[in-house]
């Protein structure tokens, strides 16, 4: 079992960033791949980003590719997103998830945190 935690939301305006935090418990953090999906009002979730469990490998979407890095910190227990020049459609509910691989379907992702709300103002 693993409980996510995202941290880090808020108002930001357009051309701002803003650093999410993921924190996960549980011994067995580095075994998993981690992603960050969101999901804009009267939307559906989307994938945002992916890493491996060993944080070699890092897949985006393309509306994000440039703008946004995932990391991860497996001593730490934690996964960060990175986001730059934010843009007012980047609003929505941010959401860490685990999963057993990396893929970009939140069906096959395993845990997912209660999500975080990020605000872009134009």
């Known amino acids: 079992q693993v409980q996510l935690v995202e941290s880090g939301g808020g108002l930001v305006q357009a051309g701002g960033s803003l650093s999410l935090s993921c924190a996960a418990s549980?011994?067995?953090?580095?075994?998993?791949?981690m992603g960050w999906f969101r999901q804009a009002p009267g939307k559906e979730r989307e994938f945002v980003a992916a890493?491996?469990?060993?944080?070699?490998?890092?897949y985006y979407a393309d509306s994000v590719k440039g703008r946004v890095t995932i990391s991860r910190d497996n001593t730490k227990n934690t996964v960060y997103l990175q986001m730059n020049s934010l843009k007012p459609e980047d609003t929505a509910v941010y959401y860490c998830?685990?999963?057993?691989?990396?893929?970009?379907?939140?069906?096959?992702?395993?845990?997912w945190g209660q999500g975080t709300q990020v605000t872009v103002s134009s």
């Open positions: 890493i491996t469990s060993s944080g070699r490998n890092t």
């Open positions: 549980g011994r067995t953090f580095s075994t998993y791949a």
């Open positions: 998830t685990a999963g057993s691989g990396v893929y970009n379907t939140d069906r096959l992702y395993d845990y």
